[in-house]
């Protein structure tokens, strides 16, 4: 020990421990800090009870003698830390020709074991550079893999380590496999074969045993865990197409979705992303008369990377019109889910659903957001993320709307509480981008002159008769909930308390919703209805082009809509069309798969009494 340590030592000034810790720490000795990092020390001042650090981070740092033995740790001159410094041009040759050397050396100065993280702060900038990094180490893998005496693990935060022989990377992934025990471990491993097949080339000999207890193990769990069975046979298809010399046995991924072929959307969707797809090819051989149909089913229930796949699947077999009809059809009831709708919004412009971005989607947008919030489902609020951050999103929904249209989306926006306030005016400043008449909602200005809604008086009387319901029974009964549950306690847990108020907010909104509407109404029973061309209160017959079909359309107020008895509102897409036409006028009526053309025939007076109430 040094003589100046010891006579610290001797004066009672330090101790034994720390004075022998202090005398591996001389001048020009490197070290390490938990907090500081790698360092050198550049000198002792034992008069002031110091000793003078150079760390990377913190240049003449000092620092009290007792506490530096007891946080600084001397580095041997093996460690990589003090080869960065005195060996760079060394450590840089073996990173591009003796990766494994370099690899020990990192392990051994890490007490045998390191993560890939580790690795990375050990070499980079000075040995491989940042940007280098991930590509040297993919390479780096093989050079390690060949070499058998290093482990690499599946997962990036597990350890590497060092082996006490050579085993070959074939050899290390089929003992990996049969090793692991539960379903999830052999999963992995199956992953890692798939990952690296260079390696099996020329010996499927060796691998076709794995092929078989695949099967085994698929056939074993086929009806307690189908899909992870699932995922074990496609793997095994992937394993075969790549090594052609491998034999499948009896059974087939196509069996196992027939065999579940109730709660397919389910078990699909818990298969992982990357091997759907591949499940989702299978279905023309499962189910040869009805695939597309069994498809279509799962999307409701799906999430938008599994809606993706779908669509790829049926725009691969020209099989597109029934997913767009669907989708239209569910985007028009406000049914479509909220993964659907993030799906169609993300992928927007693109092959054949690119004709359902419109205003119509918007509105539906705004109803599963809404629904999303009242069932607390976490999936919307993809969604919602997506309408905010997306700044093109809402004008290319909008930018095609009729006035009358955008007014009412502007509405929906200003009540609907399924977005906070500050979103929400950031999104109406992009409506009104979109359509700068807009403004005049927000600074008062009348507009309601231009847009009254012409009703039946029994589609008013309907409406007066449920805003009285809501007035006199449903917001009073709510408000005694909202009391009942909150003498529950502890709101924060309440799920009573937290119900009630969803409520009170959808009835809040509702109540203002209607006496919005009902302002604008003007009553009417369609007397004295210009019958020399359509308008509202009269009922048109019409004959289609080429089949020669012979239609009727009533068209009425607003608020009247029976398409049994085919009445239609004069808002509707068909009311619009019809709207000023005169017998002998073709019209091109919209439909839901896309248009027919027909001739006005004859337009006569409709008795509005005969709407029902």
């Known amino acids: 020990m040094e003589p100046d340590l010891q006579s610290l030592v001797d004066a009672g000034k330090l101790s034994v421990e720390a004075a022998a810790a202090l005398d591996q720490l001389k001048p020009q000795t490197f070290c390490l800090h938990k907090s500081w990092g790698f360092g050198q020390i550049s000198g002792w001042n034992l008069l002031l009870n110091q000793i003078v650090v150079d760390f990377d981070t913190k240049k003449n740092h000092p620092m009290q003698l007792q506490y530096a033995a007891e946080t600084l740790q001397a580095l041997p001159d093996s460690h990589i830390f003090v080869r960065k410094v005195k060996e760079t041009a060394v450590l840089r040759d073996f990173a591009e020709n003796d990766v494994p050397q370099l690899v020990e050396l990192v392990l051994q100065s890490f007490g045998g074991k390191a993560t890939q993280e580790q690795l990375q702060r050990a070499l980079s900038p000075e040995v ?242 809404e629904r999303d919030q009242f069932n607390e489902n976490r999936r919307g609020s993809r969604l919602h993320d997506l309408l905010i951050d997306d700044r093109d999103l809402v004008s290319d929904l909008m930018i095609n709307a009729p006035l009358a249209q955008a007014r009412d989306l502007m509405r929906r926006m200003m009540l609907t509480p399924a977005i906070e306030e500050l979103n929400k005016r950031s999104l109406m400043a992009r409506m009104i981008k979109t359509h700068p008449e807009l403004q005049s909602m927000l600074t008062g200005d009348s507009e309601d002159k231009e847009t009254a809604l012409i009703v039946s008086w029994a589609s008013l009387q309907k409406r007066k008769d449920e805003y009285d319901d809501l007035i006199t029974r449903k917001i009073p009964e709510n408000t005694k909930e909202i009391g009942v549950a909150r003498s529950y306690g502890d709101l924060r847990e309440n799920f009573e308390f937290k119900a009630a108020k969803e409520m009170q907010t959808v009835l809040m909104r509702r109540k203002a919703e209607l006496e919005h509407m009902l302002a604008r109404a003007r009553g009417s029973n369609f007397e004295n209805a210009d019958v020399s061309q359509v308008s509202i209160g009269t009922k048109v017959t019409l004959r289609e082009n080429g089949s020669g079909e012979m239609l009727e359309y009533k068209i009425l107020g607003a608020w009247d809509s029976a398409p049994e008895r085919h009445i239609v509102s004069y808002q509707t897409a068909i009311g619009q069309a019809l709207l000023g036409k005169k017998p002998g006028q073709m019209v091109e009526l919209p439909t839901e798969t896309g248009s027919r053309h027909v001739e006005i025939i004859e337009i006569e007076a409709y008795n509005a009494a005969q709407v029902a109430p």
């Open 128 to 369: 491989v550079s940042e940007g280098d990094f991930k590509k040297w180490w993919d390479n780096a893998k093989k050079a390690l893999r060949k070499d058998g005496r290093f482990s690499l693990p599946a997962r990036k935060a597990e350890p590497i380590t060092m082996r006490d022989g050579s085993v070959s990377f074939l050899d290390e992934l089929i003992t990996s496999f049969q090793k692991a025990h539960r379903l999830k471990e052999q999963l992995n491993s199956l992953d890692q074969i798939l990952k690296n097949p260079d390696a099996f080339v020329g010996k499927e000999k060796e691998l076709q045993p794995l092929v078989s207890q695949i099967e085994e193990i698929a056939t074993r769990n086929q009806r307690l865990n189908p899909s992870q069975a699932i995922e074990l046979l496609v793997s095994r298809e992937e394993l075969c197409a790549k090594l052609t010399e491998l034999k499948k046995g009896a059974i087939a991924l196509s069996d196992l979705l027939r065999e579940h072929e109730q709660k397919l959307g389910e078990i699909i969707s818990r298969v992982p992303a990357n091997k759907q797809r591949r499940v989702l090819v299978e279905f023309p051989q499962a189910f040869p008369g009805d695939w597309v149909a069994r498809l279509i089913a799962i999307v409701q229930l799906a999430g938008f990377r599994l809606i993706g796949e779908i669509a790829k699947t049926l725009v691969e077999h020209g099989q597109t019109e029934e997913l767009r009809q669907t989708l239209n059809r569910t985007i028009k009831e406000h049914s479509i889910s909220s993964e659907a709708l993030y799906w169609l919004c993300k992928e927007r412009g693109a092959g054949a659903f690119a004709d359902l971005i419109d205003s119509e989607l918007m509105t539906s947008i705004l109803s599963a957001l």
